[in-house]
């Protein structure tokens, strides 16, 4: 098991980070969501807000979400930027088109479904005076839907770093299980050489002692020390010191 432990560290560090960044996302989309419209009423008419620095839409009503009680359907779109202009503590303030092209925004308010109209910047922090002309339009300003993201993009940092931890886990995971561990080098061919498989000497000088067993007429009388066939047991080694057989033994 010790081979797993990394990799079950670090899951549980991603899913901790995972779960940590979930919450921090949920948390920032409910204080938005109460936070939301910044202010909204019927054309024409003008509304005095107090803005931070960001980028900001003004949107008009044209549906409800189904489960509303309203027809879905939706009211129609009304106004373009030109409808809409915004004074700020040093003066007018320029607006852009926010369905020219190709693309439109929306964004839920509740059951009401607002499409933005125009788009303008807040430099710095401040009252700001929006001023909408049309008749008989429901218009909001909120934050607009890039602001929006943007605030949100710091809580998917720890839930990108915890999903990368996981997936590097499990991969870990997978090639710790499946990849054999590498056999351990034979060792040197002497008595208590370190190598794995051969005995330790039984003796502090190093060397086994002798046994008392005297060698069989097949004993190699006059060969050097080393291991050789066990003359009582052909399936493993003994040590023969070049006088007499010892009673170190192993299995090779």
Request: aromatic share 10%.
């Amino acid at each position: 098991m010790r081979r797993f432990a990394w990799p079950i560290i670090l899951a549980v560090v991603g899913i901790v980070l995972i779960v940590a960044g979930g919450a921090w996302f949920i948390t920032r989309i409910a204080g938005l969501a109460d936070q939301l419209p910044v202010a909204s009423w019927q054309t024409p008419g003008e509304e005095s807000m107090t803005l931070a620095p960001g980028e900001y839409a003004v949107s008009e009503l044209v549906g409800y979400s189904l489960g509303s009680g309203n027809s879905p359907s939706g009211l129609g779109f009304t106004l373009d930027s030109e409808d809409v202009t915004v004074t700020g503590p040093q003066g007018p303030v320029a607006v852009r088109c926010a369905n020219c092209g190709f693309t439109s925004e929306e964004v839920s308010v509740g059951n009401d479904v607002f499409q933005a109209v125009a788009h303008f910047d807040v430099r710095a922090e401040g009252t700001y005076t929006v001023s909408v002309t049309g008749d008989g339009a429901n218009v909001a300003v909120t934050p607009s839907v890039a602001q929006i993201f943007g605030s949100m993009a710091p809580t998917f940092i720890p839930m990108g770093i915890g999903g990368l931890l996981v997936l590097v886990a499990i991969v870990w995971a997978i090639i710790a299980a499946f990849v054999k561990k590498k056999p351990a080098a034979v060792g040197p061919t002497y008595p208590g050489g370190a190598g794995t498989g051969y005995p330790t000497a039984g003796q502090q000088v190093g060397y086994p002692s002798a046994a008392t067993l005297a060698p069989p007429p097949t004993a190699p009388l006059g060969q050097p020390p080393g291991w050789y066939a066990d003359p009582a047991d052909p399936s493993q080694k003994r040590w023969w010191d070049g006088q007499s057989w010892s009673d170190q033994t192993y299995r090779g």
